[in-house]
Nanobody, 124 residues
Framework: QVQLVESGGGLVQAGGSLRLSCADS????????MGWFRQAPGKEREFVSC????????YYATSVKGRCTISRDNAKNTVYLQLNSLKPEDTAVYYC?????????????????WGQGTQVTVSS
């Protein structure tokens, strides 16, 4: 069973950085691709980034590419999202999610376990 808890969100000025973490308290973390999604007020949840089970394959949304790095440490059951050069439009609740074993996807429907989210607010 995968249970996910995000942390690392907060209030930051434009141009600043944050590192989000997502810890999995379950026992099968290394068998899942992991993804980060975000949802801004009044908008639909959108894909940010994902990483394969072994960390070798990563995908990024166009909106964050070049400013964002996803990584994972399977020994610590944790996935990270480093956000740099933050913009006010990055303001959202950020969610991590575990994909179904054997898949890596940009689609939220391919993820079946979600964390509770962590708020990121970027001031101008």
């Amino acid at each position: 069973q995968v249970q996910l808890v995000e942390s690392g969100g907060g209030l930051v000025q434009a141009g600043g950085s944050l590192r989000l973490s997502c810890a999995d308290s379950g026992r099968t973390f290394s068998s899942h691709a992991m993804g980060w999604f975000r949802q801004a007020p009044g908008k639909e949840r959108e894909f940010v980034s994902c990483v394969s089970w072994n960390g070798r394959t990563t995908y990024y949304a166009t909106s964050v590419k070049g400013r964002c790095t996803i990584s994972r440490d399977n020994a610590k059951n944790t996935v990270y999202l480093q956000l740099n050069s933050l913009k006010p439009e990055d303001t959202a609740v950020y969610y991590c999610a575990a994909g179904r074993p054997g898949t890596i996807s940009r689609r939220s429907e391919d993820y079946d376990v979600w964390g509770q989210g962590t708020q990121v607010t970027v001031s101008s």
